[in-house]
């Protein structure tokens, strides 16, 4: 059997496929703008921003309506509450500018974790010298579902439209196709 690749054989893919997924992302979200749609603004913004601010709200999530003890849910008041609506979930920031830089890091952070993680599961399974499209698949598969893998768990369990999650998934997939030619062509021979 041919030997495994080290993770330090990998450093290079790790790190390329990072900042390659970063360019891409951000040519996905700055010029093709079809991500434009996955947010709107309320009609009475002003009015929702007073309510919120007066319930001092913090950062955190919450959900409308809220329901402390699951056994609740089948009341009448809560399943009145629950007709009426909005029903969804509201993630709160903290006040203040939103800093680009700081979530931008954090991405990137995210990606090499993601490509580090790739890398990993490659450098238990496959050896020196494996072929191009082995070692295709198999990181595509992997970071494809680091990018994507809670995607359907955000539609189901917090209301994310599924509109916004087939493009996120389109986004994961692209990302991990990015992902695996970065390792396919740098894989140690």
């Known amino acids: 059997m041919n030997a495994l690749v080290s993770l330090g054989h990998l450093w290079l893919p790790i790190l ?19 991500h434009h749609s996955d947010y709107r603004g309320l009609s009475n913004e002003d009015a929702v921003r007073a309510v919120i ?12 309506p809220y329901c402390p003890n699951p056994k609740e849910l089948g009341t009448p008041e809560m399943t009145q509450k629950l007709v009426e609506g909005p029903v969804g ?8 500018p939103v800093s680009m830089g700081t979530m931008l890091g954090s991405w990137f952070v995210y990606l090499l974790v993601i490509a580090f993680f790739t890398a990993y599961v490659l450098s238990r399974t496959m050896p020196l010298g494996t072929p191009y499209l082995v070692v295709f698949r198999t990181a595509g598969t992997v970071a494809w579902m680091g990018y994507s893998g809670g995607e359907i768990a ?5 209301y994310q439209p599924w ?13 991990g196709l990015l992902t695996a030619g970065v390792f ?3 894989w140690p021979r």
């Open 89 to 96: 979930v509201l993630a709160v920031h903290a006040n203040g």
């Open 16 to 34: 390329l496929s990072a900042v390659i997924v970063f360019l891409a992302s951000s040519l996905l979200h700055m010029v093709l703008k079809y």
């Open 154 to 158: 955000n539609a189901i369990w917090r």
């Open 184 to 186: 396919g062509w740098l």
């Open 163 to 175: 509109t916004v999650t087939w493009k996120n998934i389109l986004d994961g997939l692209i990302y």
């Open 53 to 64: 601010n007066a319930g001092r709200a913090g950062p955190g999530q919450y959900v409308i």
